[in-house]
């Protein structure tokens, strides 16, 4: 029940969760979920950094040399670890060896090779050679030190809030569906010049968890207006970045849109009704969730089963996602008279 200072406490039961809702302050009603323990993130960052050491180990920049000749291994104190040389690899990682373009889902450089055989995103070896399996490893690899940080900083940033209020599950499901999503639609749109390693497809995807969240439960928030702006705000200055030549956008849209759409699957809160029913009559107990979650639950749904079937049919029949969107290159990259988008 509540108190005289407007605040009360509804326990959810056998379920174990405890709500604490606030009335009044011209917010409308909220209400907080219990906290879970985040363990997941922090694995998967770990998860990334022992990656990244095994790629250092395999590049093994002192014995392989760089191809550009005078040029040294940086912090060579790392021996077997340390990094490839600057105009080789700016972001302090292995080697360019190969004869491709290299993309990350960051940012777009020199080809890499150790990274290739680890199991960065090739479309070739995708399609032809069956490795579908790369759609998911090429996540958990990063093209250097730098984007390592990068990424698991906002990993943790945004990672962690989700873990603790809907658990390791639900967050674990969107952000290995949200990489794979961004895999596909990369794949799909920038085929055989590039590889891509990296988690920010994954990432996107947890910031379009956030924002259909929001959506979904719209009614239970306080300073809905506020949080909204400043989340389309985040959200829209990340995406103008990967407008920029040496980044892999399609994976981060790939992964915003999957995160998004299971956001609306995954993320809703029941209403603040159904948690005090206990206290209601027999007769009038109310719904768990409003008729307009199951609308959003049901249109997320098909949404993304049909956009997988499509992307994944599309791709595994060699088709070009450029020839039915000649528009959709601009998603990527936007050439002006300083750069250019196929360097």
Known sequence: MASSSGQGKVAGGAAGYQYNASYGGGGGVYYEERRWWPWLVPTVLVACIVVFLVEMFVNNCPRHG????????????????????????????????????TISANILFAPLASLEKMGALDWAKVVHQHQAWRLISCIWLHAGLIHLIVNMLSLLFIGLRLEQQFGFVRIGIIYLLS?????????????????????????????????????????????????IITLLFIIAINLAIGILPHADNFAHIGGFVTGFLLGFILLARPQFGWMERHELPQTNQPRKYKAYQYFLWAVALFLLLVGFVIALVMLFKGKNGNDGCHWCQYLNCIPTSRWKCNT
Request: hydrophobic fraction near 45%; charge should be positive.
């Open 66 to 101: 760089s191809p550009i000749r005078g040029e040294t291994c940086v912090a060579g104190f790392l021996h077997q670890f340390a990094f490839q040389p600057l105009r080789e690899n700016p972001l302090l990682g292995p080697s360019s060896a190969t004869n491709k373009g």
């Open 179 to 227: 990489g794979f999503g961004g895999s596909v639609l990369s794949v799909l749109f920038l085929r055989n010049n590039y590889i891509s390693v990296g988690a920010s497809g994954a990432l996107f995807g947890l910031l379009g968890s956030m924002l259909s969240e929001l959506i979904m439960n719209w009614t239970i928030y306080s300073n809905k207006a506020a949080a």
